[in-house]
């Protein structure tokens, strides 16, 4: 079985008195999307950073396709764009991607096509002999995410990819992160427009005071249906029946609350309630948007 | 070594688009162009009315004053060229995709330092081949020991380069910039404390200076320098404001090589564990 794409263990940062990632363990297999999510300040760019070799861990360990993370031999096969990304203005857009290129020991025809392709994915092959400092921030957004891609990397980090872009700039990236993932690169996607990561992500995992408190895959979460139940008559007994169907059973406003697994729970509870003689007035059903679930896990 | 020349050409290419070049090369020959000038009325004067040791004494003179300004020169340019390419990309984050392309840290600094040095040695070249060229076309002058003089100005840049590459794995930019200026300040002083303390026969003064040019072994490189650049009858009457009274030992030359090796080595180190 093929080494995960990323793995790390207890993974912990302390800056001074003040920890930034407490524990972070997790694993993300390769052809992956994964999205990293968490409130500001949970120690998302700081994990990022230690998992790239950019910040030594205090403490824990981790592996890159099967490399001790901060090693040379993984960052060969990992490209990266942070959530500010700073380049050397005073290049064009060719310029900086031959230059981290040649970093990543690329050279010759086969890194000028490589830039070409990349350029024209993006959409920047017409400026791409411009000054960097001549950009747009949405253009020097694509550029940074050019040069995350270059040497076809097996794990690419994007942190906030679609910070500065406007709609088309982030269906942009979304096909970008498709295509990446149709040829089987793992994706470890740090976002805050949940949307997006709702949309692109496979699975993802909330941190919360530098500690990772949950992860889910995004299809489990599209069949949890939170469900509103309006009755004639409820009490414990009829709480406690409806549990067998769901979980998180709950009467508020009047109204009873519960959380179930799938649609086809709904005619279950609607004729478990009919052969209780219970009057059932009103039942909507709605999926819990990840924002929701955020909510609930970060909030 | 392929990511050290790659780090190394991107200095230049830097230093090259963003017109420190340009700005160095056009105040560097006017800087020789000024020069060629007065030394040309100075030793049209001289050649009229000085006897032939006069001659000889006015002129290492004046070529001894182009060369402390050039000296100075090397050193402002040494730091200020230095002071903020990691500092600068620290400080920005360009540094952080650099960090993660597979390039050992290590790499990252020496091209820097690598393309500093360039820079640095082009300059000095500019400079004081310049001053020599036209000491030797306008005046038929050369100093004693040139080739044995100028790499020693090359050393003292190459110390302060060293210090400002070191300060800026850990300083900002300005914090940099102002403690190399300042040790470059505590050399200078030192450099005086010794020779004052020598004409004086003072020896604590004498040793605070020689502790002072251990610190920072700059200014002890220029009084060496100075000392092999002058007529053997100057130096050794120890007359002008450019003779040494306590010569810098041979062993400071060994030093400051050392001492560039060592501050280079935990520039490497500091930049290495340093978190970006």
Same mark, same amino acid.
């Given at each position: 079985?093929?080494?995960?794409?990323?793995?790390?263990?207890?993974?912990?940062?302390?800056?001074?008195?003040?920890?930034?990632?407490?524990?972070?363990?997790?694993?993300?297999?390769?052809?992956?999307?994964?999205?990293?999510?968490?409130?500001?300040? #949970?120690?998302?760019?700081?994990?990022?950073?230690? %998992?790239?070799? @950019?910040?030594? +861990? =205090?403490? !824990?360990?981790?592996? &890159?396709?099967?490399?001790?993370?901060?090693?040379?031999?993984?960052?060969?096969?990992?490209?990266?764009?942070?959530?500010?990304?700073?380049?050397?203005?005073?290049?064009?857009?060719?310029?900086?991607?031959?230059?981290?290129?040649?970093?990543?020991?690329?050279?010759?025809?086969?890194?000028?096509?490589?830039?070409?392709?990349?350029?024209?994915?993006?959409?920047?092959?017409?400026?791409?002999?411009?000054?960097?400092?001549?950009?747009?921030?949405?253009?020097?957004?694509?550029?940074?995410? #050019?040069?995350?891609?270059?040497?076809?990397?097996? %794990?690419?980090? @994007?942190?906030? +990819? =679609?910070? !500065?872009?406007?709609? &088309?700039?982030?269906?942009?990236?979304?096909?970008?992160?498709?295509?990446?993932?149709?040829?089987?690169?793992?994706?470890?996607?740090?976002?805050?427009?949940?949307?997006?990561?709702?949309?692109?992500?496979?699975?993802?995992?909330?941190?919360?005071?530098?500690?990772?408190?949950?992860?889910?895959?995004?299809?489990?979460?599209?069949?949890?249906?939170?469900?509103?139940?309006?009755?004639?008559?409820?009490?414990?007994?009829?709480?406690?029946?409806?549990?067998?169907?769901?979980?998180?059973?709950?009467?508020?406003?009047?109204?009873?609350?519960?959380?179930?697994?799938?649609?086809?729970?709904?005619?279950?509870?609607?004729?478990?309630?009919?052969?209780?003689?219970?009057?059932?007035?009103?039942?909507?059903?709605?999926?819990?948007?990840?924002?929701?679930?955020?909510?609930?896990?970060?909030? | 070594?392929?990511?050290?020349?790659?780090?190394?050409?991107?200095?230049?290419?830097?230093?090259?688009?963003?017109?420190?070049?340009?700005?160095?090369?056009?105040?560097?020959?006017?800087?020789?162009?000024?020069?060629?000038?007065?030394?040309?009325?100075?030793?049209?004067?001289?050649?009229?009315?000085?006897?032939?040791?006069?001659?000889?004494?006015?002129?290492?003179?004046?070529?001894?004053?182009?060369?402390?300004?050039?000296?100075?020169?090397?050193?402002?340019?040494?730091?200020?060229?230095?002071?903020?390419?990691?500092?600068?990309?620290?400080?920005?984050?360009?540094?952080?995709?650099?960090?993660?392309?597979?390039?050992?840290?290590?790499?990252?600094?020496?091209?820097?330092?690598?393309?500093?040095?360039?820079?640095?040695?082009?300059?000095?070249?500019?400079?004081?081949?310049?001053?020599?060229?036209?000491?030797?076309?306008?005046?038929?002058?050369?100093?004693?020991?040139?080739?044995?003089?100028?790499?020693?100005?090359?050393?003292?840049?190459?110390?302060?380069?060293?210090?400002?590459?070191?300060?800026?794995?850990?300083?900002?930019?300005?914090?940099?910039?102002?403690?190399?200026?300042?040790?470059?300040?505590?050399?200078?002083?030192?450099?005086?404390?010794?020779?004052?303390?020598?004409?004086?026969?003072?020896?604590?003064?004498?040793?605070?200076?020689?502790?002072?040019?251990?610190?920072?072994?700059?200014?002890?490189?220029?009084?060496?320098?100075?000392?092999?650049?002058?007529?053997?009858?100057?130096?050794?009457?120890?007359?002008?404001?450019?003779?040494?009274?306590?010569?810098?030992?041979?062993?400071?030359?060994?030093?400051?090589?050392?001492?560039?090796?060592?501050?280079?080595?935990?520039?490497?180190?500091?930049?290495?564990?340093?978190?970006?």
């Amino acid at each position: 079985m093929a080494e995960p794409a990323l793995e790390a263990q207890a993974l912990r940062k302390d800056f001074g008195p003040k920890t930034a990632v407490r524990d972070l363990t997790l694993s993300v297999p390769r052809g992956e999307v994964f999205g990293f999510l968490g409130p500001n300040g #949970a120690g998302k760019t700081t994990s990022i950073k230690m %998992l790239l070799g @950019l910040v030594h +861990p =205090t403490a !824990g360990g981790g592996r &890159l396709l099967g490399e001790p993370i901060g090693g040379t031999r993984a960052r060969a096969r990992v490209g990266y764009l942070p959530e500010h990304f700073a380049f050397h203005e005073w290049l064009r857009g060719r310029e900086l991607l031959r230059f981290h290129g040649r970093l990543l020991g690329l050279g010759g025809s086969s890194l000028d096509a490589g830039i070409e392709a990349l350029l024209r994915r993006v959409e920047l092959l017409e400026a791409g002999d411009r000054c960097l400092r001549e950009y747009s921030k949405g253009m020097k957004q694509r550029i940074g995410l #050019a040069q995350a891609l270059l040497g076809e990397p097996e %794990l690419v980090f @994007l942190d906030e +990819p =679609t910070s !500065g872009l406007d709609p &088309l700039g982030r269906l942009l990236v979304r096909d970008v992160i498709r295509d990446l993932k149709s040829r089987g690169t793992a994706i470890f996607l740090n976002s805050h427009l949940l949307s997006e990561v709702e949309v692109t992500c496979d699975r993802v995992a909330f941190v919360k005071e530098g500690r990772v408190v949950r992860e889910m895959t995004l299809g489990a979460a599209e069949r949890d249906l939170e469900v509103e139940l309006r009755l004639d008559r409820y009490g414990p007994s009829v709480l406690e029946g409806l549990a067998r169907f769901g979980s998180d059973v709950r009467e508020e406003d009047g109204h009873v609350r519960l959380h179930v697994d799938g649609e086809e729970r709904l005619p279950e509870v609607s004729r478990w309630l009919a052969g209780q003689g219970i009057g059932l007035y009103h039942l909507a059903a709605r999926r819990r948007s990840l924002e929701d679930v955020f909510l609930e896990v970060v909030g | 070594m392929r990511a050290v020349l790659t780090i190394a050409h991107l200095t230049l290419a830097e230093a090259r688009r963003r017109r420190i070049l340009a700005a160095a090369l056009l105040l560097g020959v006017a800087f020789v162009l000024l020069f060629a000038l007065g030394f040309h009325f100075i030793a049209r004067d001289i050649r009229a009315h000085g006897s032939p040791a006069q001659q000889r004494f006015m002129m290492s003179f004046v070529v001894m004053a182009a060369l402390y300004a050039a000296n100075f020169l090397i050193v402002m340019t040494s730091v200020l060229v230095t002071v903020d390419t990691l500092a600068g990309e620290i400080a920005s984050g360009v540094i952080e995709t650099l960090c993660t392309k597979p390039v050992p840290r290590w790499a990252v600094a020496l091209g820097k330092w690598l393309g500093c040095w360039v820079i640095l040695a082009m300059y000095a070249a500019l400079l004081c081949g310049g001053v020599l060229v036209v000491a030797c076309l306008v005046g038929g002058y050369t100093p004693p020991n040139a080739a044995r003089g100028l790499p020693l100005l090359l050393l003292e840049g190459t110390v302060l380069l060293t210090l400002a590459l070191a300060g800026g794995t850990r300083l900002s930019t300005l914090a940099n910039g102002v403690t190399v200026f300042g040790l470059y300040g505590l050399a200078f002083v030192g450099g005086w404390m010794e020779q004052i303390g020598t004409l004086a026969s003072n020896t604590t003064a004498r040793y605070i200076g020689i502790a002072a040019s251990l610190l920072v072994p700059s200014e002890s490189l220029w009084q060496l320098a100075s000392h092999h650049m002058q007529p053997p009858i100057v130096r050794d009457l120890g007359i002008g404001p450019f003779s040494p009274m306590s010569v810098p030992s041979p062993a400071m030359v060994a030093w400051a090589a050392g001492y560039v090796l060592i501050a280079l080595a935990v520039a490497l180190r500091l930049f290495h564990t340093r978190d970006l």
